[in-house]
Antibody, heavy 121, light 108 residues
Framework: EVQLVESGGGLVQPGGSLRLSCAASGFTFSSYYMIWVRQAPGKGLEWVANIKEDGSEKYYVDSVKGRFTISRDNAKNSLYLQMNSLRAEDTAVYYC??????????????WGQGTMVTVSS | EIVMTQSPATLSVSPGERATLSCRASQSVSSNLAWYQQKPGQAPRLLIYGASTRATGIPARFSGSGSGTEFTLTISSLQSEDFAVYYCHQYNNWPPWTFGQGTKVEIK
């Protein structure tokens, strides 16, 4: 079964750090772009970051540039999001998702269940 | 940045009726447009990609159309499990990848 499972969320104070993980199974992880998308409470979806199959290219939404770092370990079938200097506005459910190549559709076809990050004092 | 605008914000429909959701892009995204369904407490689920191709396992009552800047998701006969929030998403011009603000389909 193709599956993504996030972990690492929790309550953190403003200015703090958190590292999210996403464990992939059931597919060839190293063949896919991977992404992080977040959803603030009661709000819509916001793309946060993504990373190329080999980790050579990374992109970030402007609001997290310089604070968040996306990475992956293809040997461990895992995706990560290191979040530093957290702000209240980073409070959200964070989803990892798979981004197939254009010839397979190029939309985000598999999503994890999400992990909640709450930034509050 | 391409802005995606969905309408209406809320759609009230009776079971068995047809639902039509709209999504407009601030500039052309060709056919690089996807639709997702999200139920409360769940992750989004891919319904449509390439503007009109159903994802694996998606029932035929879901259909997508459009290209350029105007797109439509149609649910031909609403079932109880279809009441949810629907998002459009463009992946033509990136970064950033952008989503619409969502349309909530509720029971009338």
């Amino acid at each position: 079964e193709v599956q993504l499972v996030e972990s690492g969320g929790g309550l953190v104070q403003p200015g703090g750090s958190l590292r999210l993980s996403c464990a992939a199974s059931g597919f060839t992880f190293s063949s896919y772009y991977m992404i992080w998308v977040r959803q603030a409470p009661g709000k819509g979806l916001e793309w946060v970051a993504n990373i190329k199959e080999d980790g050579s290219e990374k992109y970030y939404v402007d609001s997290v540039k310089g604070r968040f770092t996306i990475s992956r370990d293809n040997a461990k079938n895992s995706l990560y999001l290191q979040m530093n200097s957290l702000r209240a506005e980073d409070t959200a459910v964070y989803y990892c998702a798979r981004d197939p190549p254009p010839e397979l559709g190029d939309a985000f076809d598999i999503w994890g269940q999400g992990t909640m990050v709450t930034v509050s004092s | 940045e391409i802005v995606m605008t969905q309408s209406p914000a809320t759609l009230s429909v009776s079971p068995g009726e047809r639902a039509t959701l709209s999504c407009r892009a601030s500039q052309s995204v060709s056919s690089n447009l996807a639709w997702y369904q999200q139920k409360p407490g769940q992750a989004p689920r891919l319904l449509i990609y390439g503007a009109s191709t159903r994802a694996t396992g998606i029932p035929a009552r879901f259909s997508g159309s459009g290209s350029g800047t105007e797109f439509t998701l149609t649910i031909s006969s609403l079932q109880s499990e279809d009441f949810a929030v629907y998002y459009c998403h463009q992946y033509n011009n990136w970064p950033p990848w952008t989503f619409g603000q969502g349309t909530k389909v509720e029971i009338k």
